[in-house]
């Protein structure tokens, strides 16, 4: 079975090991609850380095008050058994004391590309992401490290803090892995009941929609916007938090559909709010 550690101390020394020996490190960081969607990212890492190793850490500092730090899913056992399958070498899977001890106040933020999409209703949240994606970078100094497309914002927002801050990782970018009737892979699928779990098919077939405008020809952010709120608009359990059309690196909002794009959108069914995006460029 996969080893795993929960001290700073010890999976520095099993990197610095591997170091030593001139083996290359890769590090997929989650929050656990692991699906295909994070087996994708570490299968990649695997093809990729020598040695990988898997972080299970569900970050405090990301949760609003009112969110789900305390109900979000956890299976540390099902975890091992995955990353071992699919030939990662190391969990770190840390108490938050290890990761924030008492006095802790040291934080990374970002103007800009927090501002928009999820950032306009999670003011909080990606400072929290930042700080604790640095803290493992600083950990385990991965030679790269492997985010999902799903989290695009996140995806952005990572690799403009190691352009930033001069990280001397190369951040990978792994693609949307979806169920086979389309609804995005997300450990928070888990709270959908049987009714909400048909109902958040809406979030799929609202990207898809936009999808075939854009390569259909429409430019108009406007109309792609509509169109896809409209139908999202027609599933009773569903309730918009934002549609939007934004530069894909800048995450700025943007008119014209041109250049390199991203429609994100994030849709609550029931009490579960889940997100969902394409990128184009044109």
Known sequence: MIKVV???????????EWKSQGLSVGLVPTMGYLHEGHQSLIKRAVAENDRVVVSVFVNPIQFAPNEDLATYP?????????????????????????????GFSTHINMDGLTKELCG?????????????VGKLFNIVKPDKAYFGQKDAQQLAI??????????????????II???DGLAKSSRNTYLNTEERKAALILSKAVKLGEDMVKNGETDSKAVIK?????????????????????????EPVDVISGEILVAIAVYIGKTRLIDNFMISC
Do not use: W
């Open 227 to 251: 169109a896809m709120s409209d139908l999202i608009c027609s599933e009773p359990l569903a309730k918009i938090d934002y549609v939007d059309v934004v530069n894909a690196l800048t995450i």
């Open 74 to 102: 956890r299976d540390l056992e099902a975890d091992k058994k995955l990353c071992d399958a699919t030939g990662a070498n190391l969990i770190f899977h840390p108490e938050p004391a290890e990761m924030y001890p008492d």
């Open 158 to 175: 990572i690799k403009r803090m190691v352009q930033d801050l001069n990280f001397d990782i190369e951040i990978v970018g792994c693609p």
């Open 6 to 16: 929960s001290a700073v101390k010890d999976v520095r020394a099993v990197v610095n």
């Open 120 to 132: 306009k209703t999670r003011p909080t949240h990606f400072g929290g992401v930042c700080t604790v």
């Open 178 to 180: 979806r169920e086979a």
